[in-house]
């Protein structure tokens, strides 16, 4: 109980000047800080960096397309299959299990021992050749008007379910641990609510838009979320930065210019576990 409330204490030490608070009485004096603006705090060149990747890890993974399939997954099995009773609504549901299936399995099985920028990366190209698939398949073999399905329609809908186990093994689930790991204990709450709020905006705009994406698009909707996913492959590839098996404090002290390149054990001089005050720290690996 003492270490959890030492560890208490030092956030709130971190976070002396940040935001007026009520703050713990502690034991371990404060660090002498001038009063900042946070929003000054987040854009100063030190968080630039994280503050950035935080609304574009959420950003992406708005841009997936997701999110828009489970808002408008009539819609788009419509597209793949044509209007045949309530066939639609019972291809979305089976959608809502795989999703949550998917996503599950991830947590429990796989998260704790993955390479997070090579899954998102891996992930984002899964779900690119997926959509871009089904809309050459659409295309070439469009759903007919009396409802019958054939052989093509179950293909897209194969893929579509790929897509969104791709997507609960990716971007589904990791940009919340990982947009939670890049900031400094001192404006981690703020730089997390910046990029929620982004995921948000962009949830609304996709939202709006995907109807008449549906309505005047067709086929080239799933294309366009597939060219999305190959630009969301390529910035985390090469715009973000290896957090797992890294402590908090290991990569608080990550060099702000250095944040989106690829971090080895050497960095933090193989470390596995960071001093804060007088509380040992384990590492981390999510």
Same mark, same amino acid.
Request: net charge neutral; proline share 5%; with cysteine.
């Given at each position: ?13 971190? %976070?002396?000047?940040?935001? /007026? /608070? ?16 946070? =929003?000054?705090?987040?854009? /100063? ?7 950035? $990747? ?10 997936? &397309? ?38 599950? *399995?991830?947590?429990? #099985? ?33 759903? %007919?008007?009396? =409802? ?42 703020? &730089? ?14 996709? /939202?709006?838009? $995907? ?9 080239? *909707? ?5 060219? #999305? ?15 797992? =098996? ?5 990569? $608080? ?12 054990? @050497? @960095?933090?001089?193989?470390? *596995? ?10 590492? %981390?690996?999510?």
């Amino acid at each position: 109980m003492e270490e959890i409330r030492t560890g208490v204490e030092i956030e709130a030490r971190e %976070r002396e000047g940040l935001r /007026s /608070s009520g703050i713990i009485p502690s034991s371990i004096p404060p660090l002498p800080r001038t009063p900042t603006n946070i =929003g000054a705090e987040m854009l /100063s060149l030190e968080n630039r960096r994280r503050t950035f $990747t935080a609304s574009a890890v959420f950003t992406a993974q708005q841009a997936t &397309g997701a999110t828009a399939f489970a808002y408008y997954g009539p819609q788009y099995f419509k597209l793949l299959v044509g209007n045949k009773g309530n066939s639609n609504l019972l291809l979305t549901a089976i959608f809502g299990a795989v999703k949550v299936v998917a996503c599950l *399995t991830f947590v429990l #099985f796989v998260a704790e021992n993955v390479n997070r920028r090579k899954i998102l990366t891996a992930g984002a190209l899964f779900m690119a050749a997926c959509q871009i698939t089904t809309a050459a398949v659409v295309n070439t073999h469009p759903a %007919r008007g009396d =409802g019958t399905v054939r052989s093509a329609g179950i293909a897209t809908i194969a893929l579509i379910y790929l897509f969104v186990t791709a997507y609960n093994f990716s971007w589904g689930p990791l940009p919340w641990p990982y947009v939670s790991e890049i900031f400094h204990t001192r404006t981690r709450e703020p &730089g997390i609510s910046i990029g929620v709020s982004t995921q948000w905006l962009f949830n609304f705009i996709f /939202s709006l838009t $995907t109807p008449y994406m549906i309505a005047n698009m067709g086929w080239g *909707t799933f294309l366009l979320w597939g060219l #999305f996913d190959v630009c969301i492959a390529a910035f985390a590839w090469f715009g973000l930065t290896e957090t797992r =098996g890294k402590s908090l404090e290991e990569i $608080t002290h990550l060099d702000a210019a250095s944040l989106g390149k690829t971090i080895d054990d @050497d @960095d933090f001089g193989r470390s *596995t576990g960071a001093e804060v005050g007088d509380v040992k720290t384990p590492s %981390r690996g999510i």
